[in-house]
């Protein structure tokens, strides 16, 4: 009795083994595909972050040019010198 489950033991190992591995790597693919998938959300959500931040800043920077090549500005700074 006992040596045929030593037997029984011996033929289904390598087939169980197998077969784990094969979930183990399925696993691992699935969890890697849905990695991916996050990451590349996260990516275009910091992209557009960033967008919209540097149209800010060019409109701050386009305001401040418009301030420094002012008639008004080189006045200022002409009476400031007085």
Do not use: G
Not at 4 to 17: E, G, Y
Not at 61 to 74: D, M, Y
């Amino acid at each position: 009795m006992f040596e045929l489950f030593m037997v029984i033991i011996v033929f289904s190992s390598p087939v169980l083994l197998l077969a784990s591995l094969k979930r183990y790597f399925s696993y691992k693919t699935s969890k890697v595909e849905t990695q991916a998938k996050l990451q590349s959300a996260i990516d275009a959500s910091k992209i557009v972050a960033l967008e919209k931040q540097t149209k800010v800043l060019n409109e701050r920077l386009a305001v401040l040019e418009e301030i420094v090549t002012s008639r008004s500005f080189e006045l200022s700074s002409q009476i400031a010198q007085l």
